[in-house]
């Protein structure tokens, strides 16, 4: 994908996040671009394909998030909680993750096969949650497969519902949690618990940060 594609791709996502699919045509996507239509359909072939490589783009943040807070090996329902705040700030401040997330909930009327929201995420929460398949040992009042799904439902209820902004996101996340976490596992203190995947999170973008100029020193050394 070059640089034009993705310039494309984000004056899209403008109008597809605020009008959706069937709300945004052609003529839209042109003036807002400032494209030709040959300009336009010589880098998306069509208005589908355009929609399917906001999607796509939506769905490559998520393995390498899943990924970097796995690594933490922190207990497993606070690395579940911290990925989801995650999400509500990428939902919040990118607005291609919006537009993409948004396109996937109206797949049917796009020509064009898109995957849903956060396809493959209700696997990863499962694997995540009960690593060995044996949830009743990791303390889960209900199956890991059905707490997985529930939370990947809750989660993009709550990021629909919320008005603009990572506070509003946040603050609905933070009522998700509280509704759920006791029917997951017992929680005494529920703020504190999710006030400590909130701090995971933290954690995890401190240690992308001090790990990226280690990287880059490493790279000029070898050569």
């Not at 605020?18 to 239509?37: I, P, Y």
Request: proline content about 5%; some cysteine; hydrophobic content about 50%.
């Amino acid at each position: 994908m070059d640089g034009e594609q993705l310039r494309v791709m984000r004056y899209a996502a403008m109008l597809f996040a605020e009008r959706g699919f069937l709300g945004t045509s052609v003529n839209d996507l042109l003036e807002s671009t400032g494209l030709t239509k040959n300009g336009f359909y010589s880098l998306f072939p069509s208005k589908e394909a355009l929609a399917a490589a906001i999607v796509e783009y939506t769905a490559a943040q998520w393995p390498p998030i899943v990924a970097q807070f796995e690594a933490l090996k922190a207990p497993a329902l606070d690395t579940v909680i911290a990925l989801s705040f995650e999400v509500a700030e990428k939902y919040a401040t990118d607005v291609l993750v919006r537009a993409g997330i948004r396109l996937s909930l109206e797949r049917d009327a796009i020509k064009t096969p898109v995957a849903g929201p956060f396809e493959g995420w209700a696997g990863d929460i499962e694997r995540l949650l009960s690593p060995a398949g044996e949830w009743e040992l990791m303390g889960l009042a209900c199956p890991a497969d059905v707490a997985a799904r529930v939370i990947v439902t809750c989660l993009v209820g709550a990021l629909q519902l919320a008005s603009s902004g990572e506070a509003d996101v946040s603050k609905r996340l933070v009522e998700v949690w509280t509704v759920i976490l006791p029917g997951l596992r017992p929680t005494p203190d529920l703020a504190a618990r999710i006030a400590t995947g909130q701090s995971l999170r933290e954690r995890a973008r401190a240690q992308a940060v001090a790990t990226a100029p280690t990287t880059l020193w490493r790279a000029v050394d070898v050569s």
